[in-house]
C-alpha cells in the first residue's frame, strides 16, 4: 500500500466520523486518503437524530437537502413518564427550527453513512478497503501510520478509529467505561405501527424506572425506529449472560403498556452494552490527531455522538481554510497547511465542548431513570418547564464554536433536592 501516490492527509475509519472529515478536508482542496479496515463500507445500527447545530453544518456542505429526503424533520421532541405514559415535557420542532435557523432531523444510521460516502466519492477522496491499521507513528513534517507489512505517510493523520482506537493510548491509557445498561433496537415498517400506540410525527422518549425507550420515524416514515434501554441486573453482578431477552422482558414489566406493546418487535438476536470514556483534555500528538468516538465516546442520551463527529470534521477543515492552502512556499508542506497551527487551534476548542457533552450525559440520563420520590421530583420540574424555554439546549444547539471564546454558556443550575444526581 505504500506504493500508491503520496496525499496529504490519510484518515484511518471508514465511518461517519472519519467520511466527514475526509470529506470536508477535500473540500480545502486537499488531497486525502480514507483507510477502512473493512471489505465493504457499511454502517451498522438503526435511527439517529441530527439536532440543528449538525445540519447548520450540512447544509455549509451542500448535503443538508439529501439528508432530510431520505430521512424525517419531526413535529416534536416529547418526553413522556414511562409508567403512566404521561406527558412531561416537549420540544416545538417548528419553533427550534425558527430559534436556530435549521431542522431537527431524524434518519437511518446507515443513510447519514451512504450520504457521506457518496459526498466523499464526489470530491475525489481516495477509498481504501481491506486496510487495518495496528500503529501510528510521528515524522519529522508528518506521520505514519502501520499495517501488516505496509505502511502509509502524510502531512497529518486523523484517526477516526473509533472507541476501541488504536491511537488514543499515544495520549492516554485508559479504557472504555462498560455501564450496565444495555440496547435492544429495531427499525419496523410502518405499517406495523398499527399495532401499537405511537406518534407517526414525533420523537418520543419514554423515561421508566431504570430504562427508557425511544421511538421516531425514519425514511420518509416509511419506517419506525425503536429503542429500549434498561439496567441489567446480571451486568451489575459481573455475570456473563448479561441483558439476554427474558431479562430485558422482565425490566419493563412495570412499565406503561404502550411501552410493553414494543417489546415484541425488537431484534431479539443482537443487543449492546453502553459504553463511553472519561473525556481528554489533549487529543493531538504530534501530527496526529484524533477525532470522534476516538477521542471522545459519549453515553446517548443527548443525541450527539455522530454529531460531535462531524463537527470535529467541520472546526479542522475550517481551520484548515482560515490558516489558508499556500501550496508550500509558508510551511514547507506540500499543500502549504500550516499544521502545527491547525491542529493547536483544533485542540484548544473541541475537547472542552466535548467534555461538558460526555460530563452531561451521565446525570442526564440519571434523570430518565429514576424512581420514587425522585421521580416525582423529575415529573414536577419538567412539567414546569415552559415550551418556549431553550435554557437548557441553547448550548448544543445555537452555534459550534471555532475558539473557546465562542462556546455558548451552559444551562442553568438544576433547583431543587435530587442529591443522586447534584452529587
Not at 434498561?230 to 456473563?240: I, N, P, Y
Amino acid at each position: 500500500m505504500d506504493a500508491n501516490p503520496k496525499v496529504d492527509v490519510v484518515v484511518v475509519g471508514g465511518g461517519i466520523a472519519g467520511l466527514a472529515s475526509a470529506f470536508a478536508l477535500s473540500r480545502q482542496g486537499l488531497k486525502v486518503r480514507l483507510l477502512e479496515r473493512q471489505s465493504e463500507f457499511g454502517e451498522v445500527g438503526a435511527g439517529m437524530q441530527i439536532g440543528p447545530n449538525c445540519n447548520r453544518i450540512l447544509d455549509q456542505w451542500g448535503l443538508l437537502d439529501e439528508v432530510i429526503s431520505l430521512g424525517v424533520v419531526p413535529d416534536n421532541l416529547i418526553a413522556r413518564d414511562g409508567i403512566n405514559g404521561e406527558e412531561l415535557t416537549r420540544l416545538d420542532l417548528a419553533d427550534m427550527r425558527e430559534r436556530y435557523g435549521f431542522p431537527y432531523v431524524v434518519i437511518h444510521r446507515s443513510d447519514l453513512h451512504a450520504t457521506l460516502l457518496r459526498a466523499c466519492r464526489r470530491s475525489g477522496v481516495d477509498l481504501v478497503n481491506n486496510a487495518k491499521v495496528t500503529g501510528y507513528e510521528n515524522l519529522d513534517g508528518g506521520a505514519r501510520v502501520l499495517g501488516d507489512g505496509w505502511s502509509e505517510e502524510a502531512e497529518v493523520v486523523i484517526a477516526a478509529d473509533g472507541i476501541r482506537s488504536v491511537a488514543r493510548p499515544l495520549l492516554v491509557d485508559d479504557e472504555p467505561q462498560n455501564s450496565s445498561y444495555v440496547a435492544y433496537r429495531a427499525a419496523i415498517p410502518a405499517e406495523v405501527t398499527q399495532q401499537l400506540h405511537v406518534s407517526l410525527n414525533d420523537v418520543v422518549v419514554y423515561m421508566g424506572p431504570r430504562n427508557h425507550m425511544v421511538q421516531y420515524p425514519l425514511r420518509s416514515g416509511e419506517m419506525f425506529n425503536l429503542v429500549e434501554v434498561f439496567q441489567s441486573e446480571k451486568a451489575l453482578e459481573g455475570k456473563a449472560d448479561w441483558g439476554t431477552p427474558d431479562e430485558m422482558d422482565a425490566a419493563f414489566s412495570e412499565n406503561h403498556p404502550d411501552v410493553r406493546a414494543a417489546l415484541e418487535h425488537m431484534w431479539r438476536d443482537r443487543w449492546w452494552r453502553m459504553f463511553d470514556r472519561k473525556p481528554i483534555m489533549d487529543w493531538v500528538n504530534g501530527r496526529i490527531a484524533l477525532q470522534g468516538d476516538a477521542a471522545h465516546p459519549p453515553l446517548q442520551y443527548l443525541a450527539q455522538g455522530a454529531i460531535m463527529a462531524i463537527e470535529d470534521a467541520w472546526v479542522l477543515s475550517e481551520w484548515v481554510g482560515r490558516v489558508g492552502v499556500t501550496g508550500g512556499a509558508a510551511t514547507g508542506t506540500p499543500s502549504g497547511v500550516d499544521w502545527d497551527e491547525v491542529l493547536r487551534r483544533y485542540n484548544a476548542v473541541r475537547p472542552q465542548h466535548c467534555k461538558r457533552i460526555l460530563e452531561t450525559g451521565h446525570p442526564w440520563g440519571e434523570l430518565w431513570h429514576v424512581v420514587g420520590e425522585e421521580r416525582e421530583w423529575r415529573n414536577a420540574v419538567l412539567k414546569a418547564r415552559d415550551i418556549h424555554d431553550y435554557s437548557f439546549v441553547d448550548w448544543l444547539y445555537t452555534r459550534t464554536a471555532m475558539t473557546p471564546e465562542e462556546e455558548m454558556p451552559m444551562f442553568p443550575t438544576w433547583q431543587g433536592s435530587w442529591d443522586s444526581v447534584s452529587a
